[in-house]
């Protein structure tokens, strides 16, 4: 993927053909071809530089023959002890070695022109020692050797960026750079990534200097990286620029390029379902294979991909093992692309229904990560210590183990560890990407791995209950939870200790950094030295180097070992959120957050048929299995129809006949089968919804099912869960436990700040009931300026007013309140949910605006519409404004689910803080406040309806905010601690005078 490599013509004319004789006849004698007929030096020098010259001249039309005049030119350069020369002809096989393919011969010749560079003092040694790195990155990366790979494209971009216009240097090198970059990220499958580097190094792309061969490459790169994320469309414009290109370039000599592109619009034609013009390029194709028979196995598996298309088994099988045995020959038994042909032929067997084929096929595929594995031993997992590649093993891993689940139902115990092995690999690949969308990516797909794996657990569970089990499965239910927004906080936590502090902590801070990132790099790259050396044969030659490696390798592991000590000792929320656990164990989770024996967990984990939930008390542990989503779908559907239905419109009896029936049914189906053996002690809960649960209110639900009697939504009618539990709401568990660390109890901040930019007083008089998102026509907002108001009286705190509830003045003073509260419009945006925003007085704040804007509430109010809507994404959760100030740094938001009443909101809202202000907990205190409204005895009967008051919820802990901090206070504690200082003077003196 790194480069298009080209393979011209072969040369004619009589003038090559007698100096390849030459050099072979020298060759065979063992000689610089020269030596062999000339004994003076100046003769044997302008010789070499003649044939020197002719090589660089049959770069682009016969790398063979350039090949092998630069390395008999070499020779004699060395025999002539012109070091300078003898490095620059090594750097140019290494070019010609890496385009024919011949990875064995550039390693052999990277090693020669690093001995050279070692060696002798060189002058412009730098360029030529990046132009080593470099290609050294590329030999990784098609050996699928990635952490290397990079390893050596950092030094070499290192030393690029420090020299000064050396000769022929300009941004194509650079250009270069960033494209072998890119190649390297989408080896891992960081597709997000690869595809920032590709476009920078379209970016950098010399204009002054076209080179079509290059731009083509890198289109064809960002084209296949665009369709692996699924932006199809985005990926197609780039292969269709590539196909405009192609006419520029001569077939015959370029027909690599040619071919390259032919294949990626086949993959893209593939992903369209456009089968027909896929076979056009495989047409098209066919007959360039002639001259590169190495990339026959692409067009076999591309032909398989078809006939799978067209459901032609037998077809797409035989095309597969044709792809293959082609591909064992030119890439080895061991390169991870084997892998992936394994399990191509392991589904096409499943789908023709012979079951064993498949197994045997996968288990050759795992033999390919581990040579030591056993293919006999359907139960027994590959290592992961020499993988480079984990995707491919995590899918072959699945595929195995959902058909060993198949075939042996009973073994749960010994089909268990094929699931963790894969979720292990899961972990590793995670640390490898940096883009989250690739990380979210991962997260869409690993979640069917989790399903399998509690649903084992489950299995064993029944068999013996052992809490183990338990913990297991809770431990993978969190890494499906938000897991991008644990990383995100704990990252955005890190960059402000960065830049927190004095000037010195920050220069240290880096300097730790900085040893700590070349550390990790160097234990990378020795490494895979060490076991590199140790497959090679064995001599007194190989044994000193590994001696001398492992000596090394101890010294940067003691380096390494120190430099997180000292991050441990001087920066321990980094060392923490570095090296730390990444999601909260189960028994942590209990001494943490239900302490008190009033309070429960419940967490879910839901994948396509598979429902599962954890109840959690302080010292117990529950693993249930819920009817399957199907079960409940219909009525979740219903709820979600009748919380959304306008007005006075919720009065019909058919829609409060159909919310009565399905709050009921959901309730039985989700909470029933956990919370009917609770002790009524337990009043409070923290709920961890998956899945589409995220959108539910499940205060709303009805713990009695309610005979069909006339329209009541009254509490006296209706059997709330709000009645029975405050609720409290989280993305995670361990963000859950995170959120009380990051309350900020200490910190002097003022306690309320309020705004509401209310939309002017149109003529109306009424209240808000609707806004439009498509038009941005905001509607009046009284109340929520009556709701800010009395609120920051009540807490002599700050109100920001229609033209003073402006997004800089909120951005100025983010920091400063224990409450903030935005009193607004807000909007979802249903394409993408970075771009779901809140209104301003004078602008927009979208969702992803919010992550820099650092924020220390103890308490986030959105008391605007659907702030806790948005797109929802398997294996992470809801993408909605509430997320976005979470992560910004509030460890707790109330949020709303759907569309907000502005009076019902107002009324709320300030008995809400009346009760905070008390000092009851947050959870205890959004209940009562729901419950006071319904009790009110002031409201029509519409407004009784759940649609009106359940749709805020709090996201966070169920801790009270502390607003004892007082400066006045502190400032009477230093005076009187003073007073005492001087009375026990005073006592003392005395004392000592009677004596």
């Known amino acids: 993927m790194s480069n298009l490599k080209k393979r011209p013509q072969s040369p004619d004319g009589l003038r090559t053909t007698l100096l390849l004789l030459l050099l072979l006849i020298g060759l065979i004698n063992e000689l610089p071809a020269y030596t062999a007929y000339s004994t003076d030096p100046e003769e044997q020098r302008e010789a070499a530089d003649i044939d020197y010259a002719r090589a660089v001249e049959l770069r ?7 090949d092998l005049l630069f390395l008999n030119t070499q020779q004699v350069y060395e025999h002539l002890e012109l070091w300078n020369k003898a490095s620059a002809c090594t750097i140019y096989r290494c070019q010609l070695n890496y385009d024919l393919e011949r990875m064995d011969s550039l390693d052999r010749a990277l090693d020669q022109a690093q001995s050279i560079i070692d060696n002798h003092d060189l002058k412009g040694e730098n360029f030529r020692q990046e132009r080593i790195y470099y290609f050294r990155a590329m030999l990784f990366d098609v050996r699928a050797q ?18 000064e216009h050396p000769e022929g240097l300009d941004s194509s090198y650079m250009s270069s750079h960033k494209t072998l970059s890119g190649a390297i990220y989408y080896g891992r499958g960081d597709y997000e990534t690869a595809i920032n580097r590709y476009q920078t190094a379209l970016n950098l792309f010399p204009i002054s200097r076209p080179n079509e061969a290059k731009l083509l490459n890198i289109y064809n790169n960002l084209g296949l990286a665009l369709l692996e994320l699924g932006r199809v469309s985005e990926g197609m414009q780039y292969l269709e620029a590539s196909l405009k290109i192609l006419p520029q370039l001569d077939q015959d000599i370029y027909f690599n390029d040619y071919l390259q592109t032919y294949f990626n619009l086949i993959k893209g034609h593939l992903l369209l379902k456009d089968t027909e013009q896929a076979k056009t390029y495989l047409t098209r194709a066919l007959p360039l294979l002639q001259k590169k028979q190495d990339d026959q196995h692409i067009w076999f598996s591309l032909r398989a991909q078809v006939d799978e298309e067209l459901q032609h088994w037998p077809a797409a099988l035989l095309n597969y093992q044709q792809a293959l045995s082609r591909r064992i020959l030119i890439r080895g038994r061991y390169h991870p692309s084997i892998a992936r042909l394994y399990r191509s032929i392991g589904m096409m067997h499943q789908k023709m229904g012979d079951q064993q084929a498949a197994m045997e096929a996968y288990q050759q595929g795992l033999r390919v990560f581990d040579p030591e594995f056993r293919t006999d031993d359907l139960f027994g997992t590959p290592s992961l210590q020499d993988v480079t590649e984990y995707y491919p093993l995590i899918q072959l891993l699945k595929d195995r183990g959902d058909l060993l689940m198949k075939q042996y139902p009973s073994r749960a115990g010994d089909i268990l560890p094929t699931f963790r092995i894969a979720i292990q690999a899961i972990d590793n690949l995670r640390l490898l990407y940096e883009s989250d969308a690739s990380k979210l990516l991962l997260s869409q797909e690993a979640k069917s791995v989790f399903a399998s794996a509690i649903t084992l657990l489950y299995q064993l569970h029944r068999l013996s209950p052992k809490r183990e089990y338990i913990e297991e499965a809770f431990r993978y239910m969190e890494k499906t939870k938000a897991l991008l927004l644990l990383e995100n906080i704990r990252k955005w936590r890190n960059i402000r200790l960065t830049n927190s502090g004095r000037s010195k902590d920050k220069q240290e801070f880096n300097d730790l950094l900085e040893k700590e990132k070349n550390a990790k790099l160097d234990l990378v790259l020795l490494q895979r030295l060490i076991k590199d050396a140790r497959e090679q044969d064995q001599d007194d030659s190989h044994t000193e180097k590994i001696i001398t490696l492992e000596q090394a390798l101890r010294k940067v592991t003691a380096l390494y070992e120190s430099v997180k000590d000292e991050l441990a000792g001087r920066f321990p929320q980094y060392y923490e959120a570095s090296y730390g656990e990444k999601v909260a164990e189960l028994s942590a989770v209990q001494q943490k957050l239900l302490a008190n024996d009033d309070t429960a967990l419940v967490s ?19 693993l249930e299995q819920l009817a399957s989503p199907a079960a409940w779908e219909e009525d979740f559907q219903d709820y979600q129809e009748t919380l959304r239905t306008p007005g006075g419109a919720v009065l019909q009896d058919t829609i409060f006949q159909k919310y009565a029936h399905s709050a009921a049914s959901l309730y039985s189906h989700l909470l029933n089968p956990l919370l009917r053996n609770l002790r009524k002690s337990y009043r409070r809960l923290y709920l961890l919804p998956d899945d589409r649960l995220g959108f539910l209110a499940f205060e709303s639900l009805l713990v009695t099912p309610t005979p069909d009697n006339p329209v009541d ?15 409290a709401y989280g993305y995670s568990a361990t963000l859950l436990v995170e959120s009380i660390k990051r309350q900020h109890i200490r910190e002097k901040r003022k306690n309320y700040g309020g705004f509401a930019p209310v939309f002017g007083d149109h003529s109306t008089g009424g209240r808000a009931v609707s806004r439009d998102c498509t038009t941005g026509e905001l509607m009046y907002l009284p109340y929520s300026g009556e709701s800010v108001t009395a609120t920051s009286t009540l807490y002599k705190g ?10 800089k003045n909120f951005v100025a003073v983010a920091q400063d309140y224990r409450i903030l509260q935005l009193s607004t419009h807000a909007c979802v945006d249903n394409s993408n949910a970075l771009f779901n925003v809140l209104y301003f007085s004078d602008t927009t704040l979208a969702n992803y605006e919010i992550f820099d804007i650092p924020i220390r509430a103890d308490l986030i109010i959105l008391s605007a519409c659907e702030t806790g809507n948005g797109d929802l994404l398997q294996g992470e959760g809801i993408m909605s404004l509430s997320r976005g100030f979470y992560y910004a740094g509030s460890s707790n938001v109330i949020t709303s689910l759907w569309p907000a009443d502005d009076h019902a909101t107002k009324e709320m809202m300030i008995l809400l803080n009346r009760k905070l202000k008390k000092g009851l907990d947050k959870d205890e205190a959004l209940r009562q406040t729901k419950l006071d409204y319904l009790r009110s005895g002031k409201l029509r009967k519409a407004n009784l309806a759940p649609s009106i008051w359940a749709n805020f919820i709090l996201i966070g802990n169920q801790q009270r905010i502390d607003f004892s901090y007082s400066p006045l206070l502190l400032i009477s504690l230093a005076v009187a601690c003073i007073l005492l200082a001087i009375a026990a003077l005073i006592f003392f003196h005395r004392t000592r005078s009677r004596h």
């Open 713 to 727: 939504y009254s509490p006296d009618h209706l059997d709330y869960l709000l009645e029975h539990f405050a609720l």
């Open 798 to 807: 700050d109100a920001f007013l229609n033209e003073q509830a402006t997004l």
């Open 60 to 66: 682009g039309t016969d790398p063979v023959a350039a």
């Open 604 to 622: 879910y984990f839901i994948n396509g048929e598979h429902s599962f939930a954890i109840l959690l008390t302080e010292d117990s542990a529950t």
């Open 146 to 163: 990635y952490e290397e790979a990079q390893e050596m494209l950092t030094r070499a971009s290192s030393i690029l960026e420090a020299l």
